[in-house]
């Protein structure tokens, strides 16, 4: 068998927006897919999230060698056609301007911030729940709309995140069908 590189595709979208599962979901789908998971990995980058964006959010301040490295080699995998990546940065980032497809779920801020409660918050009690929505208006949300401004705009696909899981990954699919 011919050893064909693996295409990258990347998925994107905020916090509780939906990347982890539509990638989880895409790679159940798709028999010959490999998934990477940025959450997975411990970088090196800006403390703070919200200096980082206020800055201009420049994603080349995260030293992302371990994730290349992994990219590296999957992409030589003989039987994987795609590794999916779960990836807030789509090209953003000098070191995967390689990337064949970029899909951000546009997903609206307060489904987002529900399913962050709901998954992040639910063994919290309610000072800490309000002390997070407290943060969120005074400080958070601009990390949110910099990624509306910045990673959705560098997608190759832009993807309603109000849909089902179900009918985002046709969409993915039809779009790989498409595309690649």
Same mark, same amino acid.
């Given at each position: ?22 990638? @989880? $979901? &895409?790679?159940?789908? *798709?028999? =010959?897919?490999?998934?990477?998971? %940025?959450? !997975? ?48 940065? @789509? $090209? &953003?980032?000098?070191? *995967?301007? =390689?990337?064949?497809?970029?899909? %951000?779920? !546009? ?74």
């Amino acid at each position: 068998m011919k050893n064909v590189k693996s295409k990258i595709i990347a998925i994107a979208a905020v916090s509780g927006g939906g990347k982890t599962t539509v990638t @989880s $979901r &895409l790679n159940q789908v *798709l028999s =010959n897919s490999k998934v990477i998971y %940025f959450d !997975d990995y411990n970088f090196e980058g800006p403390d703070d999230i919200i200096d980082w964006v206020q800055r201009g959010a420049d994603c080349n301040e995260w030293n992302l060698d371990p994730l290349i490295s992994d990219l590296s080699s999957h992409g030589s995998l003989e039987h994987i056609e795609f590794t999916l990546l779960d990836y807030p940065f @789509s $090209r &953003l980032h000098n070191q *995967l301007k =390689n990337i064949d497809l970029t899909i %951000f779920i !546009d997903t609206p801020l307060d489904i987002a911030m529900a399913r962050r409660i709901l998954r992040d918050f639910k063994n919290m009690n309610t000072e800490a729940i309000l002390d997070e929505m407290s943060n969120y208006l005074s400080r958070g949300r601009i990390g949110y709309e910099s990624m509306l401004k910045t990673t959705k705009l560098d997608s190759d696909v832009v993807i309603n995140g109000s849909l089902s899981v179900d009918e985002i990954v046709d969409k993915i699919c039809n779009e790989i069908k498409c595309r690649l």
